[in-house]
C-alpha cells in the first residue's frame, strides 16, 4: 500500500489502480514515496527498504472490497485475473501459490 496514512480517504478502491504497478513491474507506491524521501535527505536507503519490504506487496483487503463492490466483480474473479498480469519475469510462485518477487532489491 502506501507508507502515507491520509491518501484518498473517500475512494478506497483507488489504491487498485496505483498498486497494480507491483504485479507488471515489481514495485508500488512505498517505492514510489521512500525513493522520493531519500532524494529529499528525509530517509536512508536502508531504511526505505524496510517499508518497501513491508508495504509495496500489499494490497489491503478493503481496497479489494472496495473496487469489487463498485466494479461488480466477486472478489475470486478479481484474484483470478489479476493472477494473468503478474510479470513472469520478475515473479514467481512460491510453494504457497503466493507471487514473489525472483530478486528483490534488498537482496542486491
Not at 496514512?5 to 497494480?20: A, K
Not at 503478474?86 to 510453494?95: P, V
Request: proline share 2%; aromatic share 16%; glycine share 6%.
Amino acid at each position: 500500500m502506501s507508507v502515507e496514512s491520509f491518501d484518498q480517504v473517500d475512494s478506497i478502491g483507488l489504491h487498485v489502480h496505483h498498486w497494480m504497478k507491483y504485479p507488471k513491474f515489481g514495485h508500488a507506491c512505498a517505492t514510489d514515496m521512500t525513493s522520493r524521501f531519500i532524494r529529499y535527505g528525509m530517509m536512508s536507503r536502508d531504511e526505505a527498504i524496510e517499508l518497501v519490504k513491508k508495504h509495496d506487496h500489499d494490497l489491503d483487503l478493503r481496497v479489494v472490497e472496495d473496487f469489487c463492490k463498485f466494479t461488480g466483480y466477486r472478489e475470486s474473479e478479481f484474484w483470478k485475473i489479476l493472477d494473468g498480469f503478474y510479470n513472469r519475469d520478475i515473479f514467481t510462485k512460491d510453494s504457497f501459490g503466493r507471487w514473489v518477487l525472483k530478486n528483490p532489491v534488498w537482496e542486491s
